[in-house]
């Protein structure tokens, strides 16, 4: 049995990221197994935040390899996206790991994935099941709102998950 299904958006304004989950998991298609689960994490004395999508057990397997990094390059987080994405890549077991990661701290947000892309979003990014639904509504609230990035990232997740089946409104926000 296959467990999945998570929606993560981050979005950058006035100095802030914020990035929000959801906390469905859902087995295969038609069960959901937990309602509440925390998929947004501070990380490296909280200057970190992650968010992660996909299998549960990749996906935890990459936040801890994550902060290997973090550790071992002194909280440089585009150094420590790279290096654990050319490990993803290159290590014949994390190469079978399906997830995808956002993280960001005061100063960068990049999209992580097993295929060894680290990506740069200019403002707003999306992973998941309800990835581009969460992403097309923060593009909307950030081009015609005055909303926070933590607002916008709260209310992108609302709307994601009236539109996902695999999205719920148990929503976690964390900024840096």
């Known amino acids: 049995m296959e467990i999945r299904g998570t929606t993560i958006v981050a979005v950058r304004k006035d100095g802030k990221t914020a990035i929000a989950g959801d906390g469905q998991v859902t087995a295969g298609q038609t069960t959901i197994m937990k309602s509440n689960a925390v998929k947004v994490r501070r990380l490296y004395d ?38 654990l994405a050319q490990l993803w890549r290159s290590d014949k077991i994390m190469r079978k790991l399906e997830a995808m990661m956002i993280v960001a701290d005061a100063e960068s947000m990049f999209l992580v994935d097993g295929t060894g892309n680290v990506i740069e979003p200019e403002n707003v990014c999306a992973i998941g099941s309800g990835g581009n639904y969460a992403l097309a509504s923060a593009r909307a609230l950030m081009r015609n709102t005055d909303m926070t990035a933590k607002q916008i990232a709260e209310e992108s997740l609302k709307i994601a998950g009236e539109i996902c089946i695999f999205t719920n409104d148990h929503i976690t926000v964390e900024e840096v």
């Open 46 to 83: 909280d200057k970190v935040v992650v968010g992660f999508a996909g299998s549960v057990a990749d996906a935890f397997t990459l936040c801890e390899r994550f902060e290997e990094m973090l550790r071992k390059y002194a909280g440089n987080l585009m150094r420590s996206a790279v290096e």
